[in-house]
């Protein structure tokens, strides 16, 4: 006789895949959608980030910082050369201090994948080292054989530092230093300890320099769409120059931080040297310049920089931007010129 042995329940049998609500993948899923949904979040507010860090500084009254600066209320009460120095402290505080700092060197993000805005501040930066060698090896200097200013000696080579190291010693670091010896520089103009000689001679070593660099900046420009022809010197026939398409809006938003720094320069050279442009009727070609490079800092619509073919379609940004740039090239020769004929 056999014994049947009684098998134990074991309740009714699942339908469906077995586990597919079951509260351990339940738990992972949650986990995966948080992970989600922070990357979104944070993605966004890297965006956010980067749109804010992109916006291009607004330009500042020269005259109303030297003031501020000297602690006076009447801008006749400002030593010479009292605005320029302020205009080159002002342009490198602003490269130091606006929204999220010195990008250039930055190895983090947002930063580390931003270009225009490095763009911008190297031409912003180009335009500094510029206005500083004009000053330390002319302007405040009464001959070629005057022992060059202490502070000015010490704040250029600071201002030429590599613009990318981020490393010991910092390109902030090195710029701090040449801010403070410029504004030590500016102390010793308001006490009479140290020069400024605005003198025809010495404006126009800055404006030679100026028009190179506005002539390199408007053909550069020309070139992204292909308008630029230089002579190749195996031939000596017109070779016509391209910038690459990757390289456009690097171009045009260091002609912008160019332009941008350099007003602020001319503006402070509007009044340190206003007695010698009254005296050769030169005041309307430096305003001139002045005028074209700030209607070049004109806001842009396209979120990209357009880059249309003659009359196409779509505008070309940079061919805009060259336009102006050239014409206060023209101006800057034609002040040179005026100021050379004595």
């Not at 009714?12 to 077995?18: D, I, L, Q």
């Not at 190297?122 to 002319?138: E, F, K, P």
Request: proline share 5%.
């Amino acid at each position: 006789m056999s014994v049947l042995k009684k098998m134990p329940s074991r309740g009714p049998t699942p339908v469906g895949p077995p586990g597919r609500f079951s509260p351990k993948m339940s738990k992972e899923r949650g986990i995966a959608w948080s992970i989600g949904m922070g990357v979104v979040v944070l993605l966004l507010l890297l965006g956010i980030l980067t749109e804010y860090w992109g916006q291009e500084p607004d330009r500042f009254d020269v005259q109303k910082a030297a003031m501020e600066a000297a602690g006076v209320e009447n801008v006749k009460e400002l030593p010479l050369g009292y605005a320029y120095a302020t205009a080159i402290i002002e342009v490198a505080q602003t490269l130091l201090h606006k929204p999220g700092g010195f990008l250039s060197n930055d190895m983090f993000p947002p930063g580390v994948f931003m270009d225009n805005m490095p763009g911008w501040e190297y031409g912003a930066l180009t335009a500094l080292r510029d206005g500083t060698s004009a000053l330390r090896n002319h302007i405040a200097r009464a001959q070629s054989q005057s022992k060059e200013d202490a502070d000015l000696a010490k704040a250029e080579p600071m201002f030429y530092f590599d613009h990318k190291s981020w490393q010991l010693p910092s390109s902030e670091s090195e710029y701090f230093k040449g801010v403070e010896a410029m504004e030590h520089y500016r102390e010793r103009l308001a006490q009479r300890e140290s020069q400024f000689y605005a003198r025809a001679d010495n404006l126009r070593q800055y404006l030679e320099i100026l028009e190179k660099r506005l002539g390199s900046l408007s053909n550069r420009l020309s070139a992204s769409a292909g308008d630029s022809r230089q002579l190749s010197p195996e031939q000596l026939q017109p070779v016509q120059m391209k910038t690459s398409w990757m390289m456009i809006d690097d171009v045009f938003f260091e002609a912008r931080g160019y332009c941008w720094a350099t007003i602020q320069i001319l503006r402070a050279v509007e009044y340190d040297f206003r007695d010698i442009l009254g005296n050769k009727t030169a005041m309307v070609s430096l305003q001139s310049i002045i005028h074209e490079l700030e209607d070049g800092q004109a806001e842009f619509l396209s979120p990209v920089i357009l880059n249309g073919g003659g009359f196409g379609l779509f505008a070309n940004y940079s061919l805009t931007l060259a336009n102006y740039i050239a014409r206060a090239n023209a101006a800057t020769i034609d002040l040179r010129n005026l100021l050379q004929q004595g």
